[in-house]
């Protein structure tokens, strides 16, 4: 019998109970023990999961499998988070605030470490081919990040294909790579793993874009930060880069404003242009893309109703 979404988060916050990272010197472990504390939605080994049972796997691969995805995809943030100079990391203090950016540096490292640690452990089906999945998408990531911050240094603007493509290394292969190795260690063919990614980057493209879309269209106590974080720092997002497309000299006036002043005036001038209908249309797009691939796969006899699922909350969502 299949497990619910609820019953494999459960099983994941169990086996992470029952993992944690130990050696000495502590102040080392300690940051790492802590990042993965903080909670988050673990959208990665739930991914990872839900293909395993796809394949009809073995739960404890499933686990081991989505637990690489999950220490990777902090040891990012924590990196991230030095990068993006960030203090509040899911409301508590920044690994480098709570301690130093050196610790916390040298903690992201190690758990780059455990990650590869963890697959030469690991002892399902498909072992080289997961690490090898693993080991391209982590690469793709760390070329997303700094894409993302050559963009952030740009003074020109960023093309449309030039941002999805960084949107899909930083954020959605991950996803894609979960899912794949979810359903790998389950002993499923590379075929439909190719397949189940594809769906997942597509799905985390739609994500990205609704995480943009709420940092400037969400309500402050829905998201739970100031809204228009995005504008202030002059992101490339698919907004700014859409609405210098468009009107690319009240853009450029808006953005000259600070503070509040610059977030209400480009917030106005983008409702004006309807750029936020627009963007929910695009969002729309890349759902609808996921959904035709779960179509498919319920063709060919793969229950993907968790996907499914999962595919429309992440749609939904306000926060």
């Keep these: 019998m299949n497990l619910t979404i609820e019953q494999l988060q459960s099983a994941y916050s169990q086996y992470l109970s029952q993992h944690p990272f ?51 995809h902090n040891f990012s943030l924590v990196h ?4 993006d100079r960030a203090h509040i990391r899911r409301g508590k203090p920044t690994v480098h605030k709570k301690w130093d950016e050196p610790t916390a540096i040298l903690s992201g490292d190690n758990m780059l470490v455990k990650c590869f ?19 391209k998408t982590a690469t793709e990531v ?62 985390g493209l739609a994500f990205q874009l609704r995480d943009d879309y709420l940092d400037s269209f969400g309500s402050e106590s829905e998201i739970g930060k100031k809204q228009g974080g995005d504008i202030l720092e002059k992101k490339n997002t ?14 450029t006036q808006a953005f000259l404003l600070e503070g509040d002043e610059r977030i209400n005036a480009v917030l106005d001038l983008w409702k004006e242009i309807g750029l936020d209908q627009l963007m929910l249309s695009k969002i729309q797009e890349y759902h609808v893309k996921s959904e035709e691939i779960l179509i498919e796969l319920s063709n060919q006899g793969y229950n993907i109703e968790l996907l499914d699922s999962m595919s429309k909350w992440l749609l939904q969502r306000n926060s």
Excluded at 80 to 83: C, E, G, R, S
Aim: include cysteine; glycine fraction near 10%; charge should be negative.
């Design 22 to 72: 130990q050696g000495n010197p502590k102040n080392l472990y300690d940051p790492m023990n802590y990042i993965m504390s903080l909670g988050g939605k673990r959208i990665r080994p739930i991914l990872a999961l839900i293909g395993n049972q796809i394949g009809g796997g073995n739960l404890e691969h499933g686990l081991s499998v989505g637990h690489t995805m999950e220490v990777f």
């Design 80 to 83: 991230d988070d030095i990068m």
């Design 117 to 135: 640690e963890i697959l030469l452990n690991y002892q399902g089906p498909n072992k080289h081919e997961i690490t090898a999945a693993f080991a």
């Design 142 to 203: 760390c070329e997303g990040q700094q894409n993302d911050m050559d963009f952030g240094l740009s003074e020109h603007v960023v093309s449309e294909d030039d941002y999805f493509h960084m949107i899909e290394q930083k954020t959605a292969v991950l996803l894609g790579c979960s899912i794949q190795c979810g359903f790998l260690s389950s002993g499923g063919n590379s075929l439909i793993a190719e397949k189940l990614k594809e769906f997942a980057i597509d799905m």
């Design 238 to 251: 698919w907004l700014y880069i859409q609405s210098m497309n468009l009107v690319p000299i009240k853009t």
